[in-house]
């Protein structure tokens, strides 16, 4: 895997508890990478380390295989989960401010910002002032400003809090344009839908560690444990006669849909499954076999309870 | 390099832009004016009125002799007893007290002033220096000296110092530097006060400027795009930009009130008129190039002195969460500043003593005690010392606030551990 950033053996101690233990992880270049996990599991306190605003006590944080630096952090584009702009000073004015800061040109940056105020329904405040503008507003700005030196590696702490569906939606529209222009993409969230729609590989923090970590597609499928939903029209007799030992029912989970029995079964991996949909499909009527893969908010509750 | 001046104009354009910072410049040399002023317009109304006093007196000596001041006029009732005059002339009757004078003047308790309401400083030292001339000259009468009137007119004297700098000219090529201890005085005190002033507004706005940044997070974005040095430099400096523009500005008001408007009001005849003291106070007010000169001194101490406290004051500013938590590292900081002050008197006193001397070389005290001094014209080399040490020390001290700093600005919330302030220290 061509990983833009490596985490290994990451530590970090505050007086009294431990934030991060023992943290490592891959971040694939080009990937919408979500990093999950309750409340005070140490996700900001991992993103602070990435950022180099909190040192870690030990281990290592590799950007393109080399030790991240501070010149590195300077071109990565991170929005806070406490977002900060100053209050003062007119929008368009800051996002120039925050765009020279990184590097842009004082005419490119403008221009870049114009295309950006636009495509997000903000070039009317343009020349507001900040302390005017709503939570949700400041945070566009605030996006704005992250992204619009368009670096290959962004991170964002919670970007989704605090917006609406129709700004959250606009926001990860951006999110995914961004990816497919050629940035990676980090972001820490707890909100379990937007990691199902945007994200590509995840990290499960939870106490201080990482207690999962991969692919969306996999995660989900490995966390399914092989189990699939059938709807079929036989008796128990021969429904268990047509599995013939090649799969397990799950008793608890029947009942009944549109007239056919709805059962959960258990296929193990070495078993074939057209095998299995072969013998239902002759002596008991199948309907339909779907594997159950659970959701990312099921996954989320289950991991964290310790129970996957 | 690039970073720094960034931060610098955003620093600058946000506080000169603002509406208060364009009052505050062009209100302030009025403030001043009015500060100088008022003091001589409060002499000019709180002159009191005439006051009428009654006198009695047992020693036939110094009634005669008592004349009408501007403090007083008597009503002579030697005739009456105290508390005759006391029953009389009470305070319905609008006089204002009653002088007793008993038969032998300068015994104990001779003199008395009994009066309605309460008394003045300024009439009792009328009335008390008049009865002394009298008493004096009644004693020089015993002596049997012939024409006294006439000798004492004659040996009355009066002393005016004219003060010189000795630059090696003389009086006959006209080059010599008229001086003026009393000017020196009033522009030390003037000049110190301003860089007081100036010390703890902008150092101040340093210290508010990172709480404010800390506070408002703003300070996550800004260190994942610079380093805390360039974000500390680009605040100092930008702020001590704003501090200049606004000197620059009373500068230029206060070098154009003393090219045309001083001139004017001094013209030569009142000039001429005034004797030497004047002469060389006028020649120290309106001579253009000298104001030029401290103003140049001026500015570079209040430079200096202000970039060594802003770092002192973004030190801590960056180790606090909220300005009221600031307010006891505020306090430790301005402990120099004061004794700065308290120094500053002793100047005026000695510009050259020992106390003075060194003060305006250790670099907290220097600014505001070597501002002082040089309006009384001390060696270059003095100044020029004063000044190379001042700006060491706050590259120095700029250094060290630069970590402070970049442990500091993070130390939000989550106490940092005394491992994690070494690990930045070692950076």
């Keep these: ?308 | 390099m690039r970073n720094i001046y960034l931060i610098i104009s955003r620093e600058y354009l946000e506080r000169v832009r603002k509406k208060s910072f364009i009052i505050v410049t062009l209100l302030m040399p009025i403030l001043m004016i009015a500060m100088m002023v008022a003091p001589s317009l409060m002499m000019l109304y709180s002159k009191s009125e005439q006051k009428q006093v009654v006198v009695i007196d047992r020693s036939g000596v110094v009634a005669d002799n008592l004349y009408e001041s501007a403090e007083a006029t008597f009503i002579r009732e030697d005739g009456m007893s105290k508390s005759e005059a006391c029953n009389i002339y009470n305070e319905e009757s609008g006089i204002f007290g009653i002088l007793y004078i008993g038969e032998v003047v300068d015994a104990r308790d001779s003199v008395q002033l009994i009066t309605n309401s309460s008394s003045s400083m300024l009439l009792e030292e009328s009335i008390s220096s008049q009865i002394e001339a009298i008493v004096e000259r009644e004693k020089l009468k015993e002596y049997n000296i012939e024409n006294l009137d006439e000798i004492l007119a004659k040996i009355e004297t009066n002393i005016e110092l004219a003060t010189f700098v000795n630059n090696g000219a003389t009086e006959d090529d006209g080059e010599m530097e008229s001086t003026s201890t009393g000017v020196s005085y009033i522009l030390g005190i003037v000049l110190g006060m301003l860089l007081y002033m100036i010390i703890i507004l902008y150092g101040q706005m340093v210290l508010t400027s990172v709480v404010e940044e800390k506070a408002s997070r703003v300070i996550d974005v800004m260190v994942t795009s610079c380093t805390p040095f360039q974000l500390m430099m680009g605040k100092i400096i930008g702020i001590a930009a704003v501090a200049l523009t606004q000197i620059a500005i009373w500068a230029l008001l206060v070098l154009s009130a003393s090219k045309f408007v001083m001139p004017m009001l001094f013209t030569s005849d009142i000039a001429s008129a005034g004797g030497a003291l004047l002469d060389g106070a006028l020649g120290t007010v309106t001579d253009t190039g000298y104001i030029a000169t401290l103003f140049a001194y001026l500015a570079l101490f209040i430079l200096g002195g202000f970039l060594l406290y802003a770092s002192l004051y973004a030190a801590s500013g960056s180790a606090v969460d909220s300005i009221q938590d600031s307010q006891q590292y505020n306090t430790v900081i301005m402990l120099p500043i004061f004794l700065s002050m308290i120094i500053m008197m002793t100047v005026f006193n000695d510009p050259n003593s020992p106390i003075a001397f060194w003060c305006s070389m250790i670099p907290f005290t220097s600014p505001i005690v070597m501002i002082a001094r040089i309006p009384f014209g001390i060696p270059t080399w003095e100044i020029v010392t004063s000044l190379v040490i001042l700006y060491l020390t706050f590259i120095a001290m700029t250094y060290l606030a630069a970590k402070i700093f970049r442990v500091g600005i993070f130390m939000h919330g989550k106490r940092t551990s005394w491992r994690e302030l070494w690990l930045w220290l070692k950076e």
């Design chain 1, 1 to 308: 895997m061509d990983a833009i950033l490596k985490i290994e053996n990451v530590s970090k101690s505050y007086t009294g508890h431990k934030a991060l233990n023992d943290v490592s992880l891959e971040v694939p270049r080009g990937a919408v990478y979500g990093l999950l996990g309750p409340n005070g599991a140490g996700k900001t306190t991992l993103i602070r380390v990435i950022t180099r605003i909190t040192l870690a006590d030990s281990g290592r944080v590799l950007l393109d295989g080399k030790p991240l630096t501070a010149k590195d952090v300077f071109h990565i584009g991170y929005m806070p989960e406490e977002r900060g702009l100053y209050k003062n000073m007119r929008v368009g004015e800051q996002a120039i401010f925050f765009a020279r800061l990184k590097g842009l040109g004082g005419k490119e940056a403008e221009q870049r910002l114009r295309g950006w105020f636009e495509r997000l329904n903000i070039s009317d405040w343009w020349e507001r002032k900040v302390e005017d503008l709503s939570k949700g507003m400041a945070q566009k700005v605030q996006f704005i400003a992250t992204v619009v030196h368009e670096p290959k590696l962004l991170i964002f702490d919670e970007p989704f809090s605090g917006f609406d569906p129709i700004n959250a939606n606009l926001l990860k529209e951006e999110i995914l344009a961004l990816r497919d222009r050629g940035a990676t993409v980090i972001f820490s969230t707890h909100n379990m839908a937007s990691v199902e729609e945007i994200c590509d590989h995840i990290t499960l923090i939870n106490k201080a560690q990482n207690i999962l970590s991969g692919s969306v597609d996999e995660i989900r499928r490995a966390a399914g444990g092989n189990n699939f939903e059938v709807l079929y029209r036989a008796t128990d007799e021969e429904f268990i006669a047509a599995l013939g030992g090649m799969a397990v029912p799950i008793s608890e989970s029947r009942g009944m849909v549109g007239g056919f029995v709805q059962s959960r079964i258990h296929i193990p991996k070495d078993e074939d499954v057209k095998l299995v949909i072969a013998a239902l499909n002759e002596s008991c009527g199948l309907r339909s076999l779907n594997e159950v893969i659970p959701s990312m908010n099921d996954i989320f509750i289950r991991a964290v309870n310790g129970s996957i």
